[in-house]
């Protein structure tokens, strides 16, 4: 998933949660969404929001980092 790989590659802690195996996750992002989002939904801050498809420069902004494309390497 791209989103993962960018988080790792900036070094930014998140916590990957699947939704299948969740159901009250779920029922969180349909509580605060109004409705069931595409993934990857994203939570900064107590802001949620569906970054699908993704958008390096907008979660970059989100995060206050720099949204350059980082070398492949650094999974």
């Not at 699947?18 to 107590?46: D, F, Q, T, Y």
């Amino acid at each position: 998933m791209l989103a993962k790989q960018f988080l790792k590659q900036r070094g930014v802690a998140f916590e990957d949660v699947l939704l299948e195996s969740n159901p009250a996750a779920k029922s969180r992002i349909i509580e605060r969404l109004g409705r069931l989002a595409k993934v990857p939904v994203i939570e900064i801050n107590n802001r949620m929001f569906s970054l699908n498809p993704f958008d390096p420069n907008r979660l970059a902004a989100e995060l206050s980092v720099d949204a350059a494309p980082l070398s492949e390497d650094a999974n």
